[in-house]
């Protein structure tokens, strides 16, 4: 009981389970922390977590905005992660080494990625942390490898549809429009600015006002 406790308050869902006058979404540890780029309090959840899941969440945040190649090392292989969201999340990782291997570890890194998200999505293709995935795989992979922005941009939209009914953990609500505004920036599409006006305009948390003003 304790170590459920423990998942539910760094995935928020002891919040949603706790008796509420609204029905708002509540923004959950990792979430926050993520948004608003403390490093160091994510590294405290790590270093707390208890679970596969857990960990993976943790270094899913903590690689990009420390780019520390040792939050990609250790990764479990596809047969040991148990969900979709595991499998979607090892995915990521391991296009993580992909976009920062040497040209001959590629196809390698490449493929482990594919495998793991092709394994993610027969489970729940609408899996929130599947759908962010994909769509980032789709949105820099080159066109010849199988990139498509618009593919890219169908998926974030999804994204945001499945997270109004189903909340996940380390997921803040803005995360999902501002994805499909970088869809929409790298298909040129006219009304790409106009969108980007307006997600500044709903003063967004730190890490995705810089997404918008300066995008990864």
Known sequence: MRSLGRLLALTGLLALAAPTASATPVADSLTHYY?????????????????????????????????NPAWLSGLPDAEEARTARELALVAAHWGYRTANAAPWQVPFYGRRSEGALAQARALDPNEP????????SLLYKPGIFGGDAAAAQARFERLREVLRARPAPGLHP??????????LRKQNAPGAES????????RPPPLFRQFLIDPP
């Open 174 to 183: 803005m995360e999902a429009e501002v994805w499909i505004w970088m869809a």
């Open 195 to 202: 969108v980007r006006q307006r997600l500044l305009g709903r």
């Open 35 to 67: 948004a608003t780029q403390d490093t160091g309090a994510i590294l405290r959840l790590y270093r707390q977590a208890e679970t596969q899941e857990e960990r993976l969440l943790c270094t899913y945040r903590l690689f990009p905005l420390t780019q």
């Open 129 to 136: 942390y599947v759908l962010l995935v994909e769509g980032q």
